[in-house]
């Protein structure tokens, strides 16, 4: 079983659609939690951090469950750019506290079509 | 803003050859982190390093080698290529502290024949 798990793909909206992702992670050490966009080929690039008070930037809104262990992204109003790989992403202390890994889920795709 | 600058973009080598690829933190960055994406995978953490030192290791063969450099950047020596070793190889440097945020470098594309 996979230490980040989320939801199996792709995911085709039209444009304007609201969609959401879900993600769960295993390890209750994990201190930090991210959502990463990867377009195809490319490097991953940081969409948005995660915070158990749940945060927004413009149409995009992530959340946090601790306790479930359950993380998700909502993205309002997509847009072609919008499509995609989204990877779930959860960071492990590593040792001495000093540096961190991170541990990504396996990514969802996602397509909006015009 | 200056980013993470990774070399060479692309690596074509042949089985048992050895590559090195080259990694160049954001300015004041002083954490390198080295992952491996596999063709359909997410990325797998190798290893990182901070203030030049090994701090934590992942899944990384013992065929691979890293280390820091005083000027921060990194070099991650990968001997006896094998096939399997064919993927995305991604750097990523932050500043140290707990849950900082990781920025990644283009990778490198390695193609082992």
């Known amino acids: 079983r996979k230490e980040v798990e989320q939801d199996p793909g792709p995911f085709n909206v039209p444009e304007g659609a609201t969609v959401a992702f879900n993600c769960t992670y295993s390890n209750s050490a994990s201190q930090s939690f991210f959502w990463y966009r990867q377009d195809c080929r490319k490097e991953p690039k940081l969409l948005m951090s995660v915070y158990s008070s749940g945060n927004e930037d413009g149409r995009f809104t992530a959340q946090l469950n601790r306790a479930s262990q359950y993380i998700s992204l909502l993205i309002r109003d997509s847009k072609l750019s919008d499509s995609a790989t989204y990877l779930c992403v959860v960071n492990i202390l590593g040792y001495g506290g000093a540096t961190n890994k991170l541990i990504f889920g396996t990514g969802t795709l996602l397509a909006v079509q015009p | 803003a200056a980013g993470v600058i990774q070399s060479p973009r692309h690596l074509i080598k042949e089985k048992r050859e050895t590559a090195t690829l080259k990694c160049y933190p954001i300015?004041?960055?002083?954490?390198v982190y080295w992952y491996q994406q596999g063709p359909g995978q997410d990325p797998q953490f190798l290893i990182s390093f901070y203030e030049k030192m090994q701090s934590d290791k992942g899944s990384i063969p013992d065929r691979f080698s890293a280390q820091q450099f005083s000027d921060y950047h990194s070099e991650l020596n990968m001997s006896s290529l094998e096939l399997g070793d064919s993927a995305l190889y991604f750097c990523?440097?932050?500043?140290?502290?707990?849950?900082?945020?990781?920025?990644f470098g283009p990778g490198t594309r390695l193609l082992v024949l």
């Open positions: 300015p004041r960055h002083d954490t």
């Open positions: 990523a440097s932050s500043v140290r502290g707990r849950g900082e945020t990781q920025y």
